[in-house]
């Protein structure tokens, strides 16, 4: 009998793949294997400086995705998916926090000069500045975040969408985030695509070409 070649799936194909769900398949839960997969992709993220200005809020609690989904105009896959992720950016920087920061690069590098010249810079041009302007630059570094998440899901061959659309302020409320100094920032559901509910499905996946959207400088 002949043997069958599996080709590996490349990045592209996984990029393909993947699309912002519209229906997911409730009740179909993601196993935590691939659960735990995706949050260390998040916890390896690059952002800033190392800071990782931002939390991760993993929500599986049907009665408060139920209260956070009225807070996202009803989207279904907050609920009908078996996790939702919630990047929540710090609200400012501190000295404790960037302190923090210093002493984990300490532990990991050594006790040297070059590590408190460099944080101490950081906190000399952070702390004075306007604690929206720092809750801002936090927040793209969540979004870094969110698009490694997104291609790990797909690495998963787990369905995932991001969502902006939502009351920010409801959803701070609903987690307690406010008061832990975060602010929710971008939601992102984990689940299964129901092939049959969901209208994007069967639609070409539409990007602009390379042409239109790369401009190389030699």
């Excluded at 929500?59 to 408060?64: A, D, H, Q, S, W």
Aim: hydrophobic share 40%.
């Amino acid at each position: 009998m002949g043997s069958t070649t599996v080709t590996a799936k490349t990045l592209k194909d996984h990029l393909n793949w993947r699309y912002a769900t519209k229906k997911m398949e409730a009740g179909k839960s993601v196993p935590q294997s691939k659960v735990d997969a995706i949050i260390e992709a998040v916890r390896m993220a690059p952002t800033s400086s190392g800071t990782q200005p931002f939390e991760l809020i993993v929500v599986t609690n049907p009665e408060i995705r139920a209260k956070i989904a009225e807070a996202a105009s009803g989207q279904t896959p907050i609920i009908d998916g078996s996790h939702l992720l919630v990047f929540a950016a710090w609200d400012n920087y501190t000295e404790d926090r960037i302190d923090t920061v210093t002493q984990l690069n300490v532990e990991a590098r050594g006790d040297l000069p070059l590590i408190h010249g460099y944080y101490g810079n950081l906190k000399a041009n952070y702390l004075p500045r306007d604690a929206e302007v720092n809750y801002a630059h936090a927040a793209r570094q969540a979004y870094i975040a969110l698009g490694i998440a997104l291609v790990a899901a797909a690495e998963q061959e787990v369905d995932s969408t991001p969502m902006e659309g939502f009351d920010p302020n409801a959803v701070d409320i609903i987690l307690g985030l406010r008061e832990r100094g975060l602010r929710s920032v971008v939601l992102m559901p984990l689940g299964y695509r129901k092939e049959a509910g969901d209208w994007l499905l069967p639609m070409p996946k539409v990007r602009k070409s390379r042409d239109a959207i790369v401009t190389e400088i030699t």
